[in-house]
């Protein structure tokens, strides 16, 4: 799909900086940030919406460095971080260290409106979706193995009115989806989908903790879509909105999961919890089973009975690295609508502090997004 072209571009924009880890206060919206250059093989964005996600949160109290053991879901702060101002070491969700000031975003929905000189200019006036981790590439084009960066730590991202990406990653969408829609997915649907990939889901019984986030709920449908008798996992208040998603059971967060279930009763665990109830997961586990995750929203330090693990032939399954095909499926998902968006609300870019704060409460089902201003 494309739009009007625009034939001259601002040299500055509006953009969200943040200024070093620690609260909302390192988040400081500015109007007058120079507006980025695309390199050769780069195009330009307008961004027209760029969700919320965990990655923003934990990025900024630097939760990625190992330093910090706590949840993310503890309190309505985000858990806790590092000391404001101090880069810990490896801060970044692809283990990279973050340089400040940065502008965050790990989701871009836009127009492409400029490109490099090595890219065809017909790209120009496409809309597109960002991945939100591409994978890095040597110089022949082939792919680094398990090797990427992420839009938004390790590079600028999508709370901006422009980002760059490479051509390759701005990945063209034909889609009757609003940018607010299309902004929801690029981040947590990529996250769910390549865990799926990762365990192989098909027809099966499936698992999937945390299913009122982005993430999760992304999951629920995914798995669904895949064939899959999803029982989730979500706050008792959320249930039925879950269960619309296709969830065939919902289960409050609170229960007892191997009580509930039993032993042995599930094929595959999406988990993007983990925390204390961490062992029942794989006690549910059958023999032969997958465990997959990408998230550990309630605590990263877990404790793992090894006769578990070998003497049920249990796969452990992380997942964050995505082969180039399952940003490319999901795109095709959505153009032959065989998902559907999940939009909880929107906030203007200036309003990111809000936004986060909204996001923090755990109350809503699905996506919050940001909305640049538009383009004078």
């Not at 017909?122 to 839009?151: C, K, Q």
């Not at 032969?288 to 309630?298: D, E, F, N, W």
Request: overall charge negative; some cysteine.
């Amino acid at each position: 799909m494309t739009v009007g072209i625009r034939t001259s571009l601002p040299d500055t924009m509006a953009a969200v900086l943040l200024t070093g880890h620690g609260g909302l206060d390192q988040l400081v919206y500015r109007t007058d940030v120079p507006v980025p250059t695309a390199g050769p093989d780069d195009v330009l964005i307008n961004v027209r919406a760029a969700g919320v996600n965990n990655t923003d949160v934990n990025t900024r109290i630097g939760w990625y460095s190992k330093r910090v053991s706590e949840g993310t879901d503890d309190d309505g702060t985000g858990a806790q971080g590092i000391d404001a101002g101090n880069d810990a070491g490896e801060t970044a969700w692809s283990g990279s260290t973050i340089a400040f000031p940065r502008i965050q975003g790990a989701d871009a929905c836009g127009i492409v409106v400029a490109v490099g000189g090595g890219v065809a200019a017909d790209r120009i006036g496409e809309r597109v979706l960002v991945r939100s981790m591409p994978p890095r590439r040597n110089a022949d084009g082939s792919l680094v193995p398990y090797a990427f960066d992420t839009l938004g730590a390790d590079r600028d991202g999508g709370f901006a009115q422009f980002v760059v990406a490479a051509s390759i990653d701005a990945v063209a969408i034909d889609s009757s989806w609003t940018d607010i829609e299309l902004g929801s997915i690029p981040c947590a649907s990529s996250t769910a989908e390549n865990m799926l990939h990762r365990a192989t889901v098909g027809a099966e019984r499936v698992l999937i903790t945390g299913a009122s986030g982005g993430v999760g709920s992304a999951a629920v449908q995914l798995a669904v879509r895949r064939g899959a008798e999803v029982i989730a996992v979500c706050g008792a208040a959320k249930s039925s909105a879950v269960r619309s998603l296709g969830a065939t059971r919902v289960i409050d967060r609170d229960a007892d999961l191997l009580g509930e279930l039993g032993p042995d009763s599930v094929d595959v665990v999406a988990d993007l919890v983990a925390g204390p109830q961490w062992p029942n997961l794989l006690e549910v586990l059958r023999p032969g089973g997958r465990y997959v995750t990408s998230g550990a929203i309630a605590g990263p330090i877990t404790e793992l009975d090894m006769r578990t693990l070998y003497l049920k032939d249990l796969s452990l399954l992380g997942a964050t690295y995505q082969p180039p095909e399952v940003f490319t499926n999901l795109v095709g998902y959505i153009e032959r609508d065989e998902i559907q968006p999940g939009v909880a609300a929107a906030f203007p870019l200036s309003a990111i502090a809000a936004a986060q704060t909204e996001f923090l409460t755990k109350r809503h089902v699905g996506k919050i997004v940001l909305v640049p201003p538009p383009l004078t």
